[in-house]
Nanobody
Framework: QVQLVESGGGLVPPGGSLRLSCTASGFTLDYNAIVWFRQAPGKEPEGVSCLGNSDGSTYFADSVTGRFTASRDNANNTVYLQMDSLKPEDTAVYFC??????????????WGQGTQVTVSS
């Protein structure tokens, strides 16, 4: 059974940092492209990052480019989203899912329960 579990969310002041984790079970993450997407209250979901599989490519939305990075820990079947210089508009529930391709993630077929990120002073 494919399962994704996000963790690492919390409350941080503007300018702060958080690292989100996405741990998989039931499949091997390093063979799959992983998307991070977020949904703020009253807004449509937004794709934040797509971390490619074997080609190592990474896509980031314009809204987070230069502030967010994504990485894999294949030994622990985990993908990370490092979020720096956080802004109030980054406040949302963050989900990881699979698959994705560049900026396209509408084919995502599995995702986790999400983790809340709140950026506020």
């Amino acid at each position: 059974q494919v399962q994704l579990v996000e963790s690492g969310g919390g409350l941080v002041p503007p300018g702060g940092s958080l690292r989100l984790s996405c741990t998989a079970s039931g499949f091997t993450l390093d063979y799959n492209a992983i998307v991070w997407f977020r949904q703020a209250p009253g807004k449509e979901p937004e794709g934040v990052s797509c971390l490619g599989n074997s080609d190592g490519s990474t896509y980031f939305a314009d809204s987070v480019t230069g502030r967010f990075t994504a990485s894999r820990d294949n030994a622990n079947n985990t993908v990370y989203l490092q979020m720096d210089s956080l802004k109030p508009e980054d406040t949302a529930v963050y989900f990881c899912g699979t698959p994705c391709h560049g900026s396209s993630w509408d084919v995502v077929s599995a995702w986790g329960q999400g983790t809340q990120v709140t950026v506020s002073s």
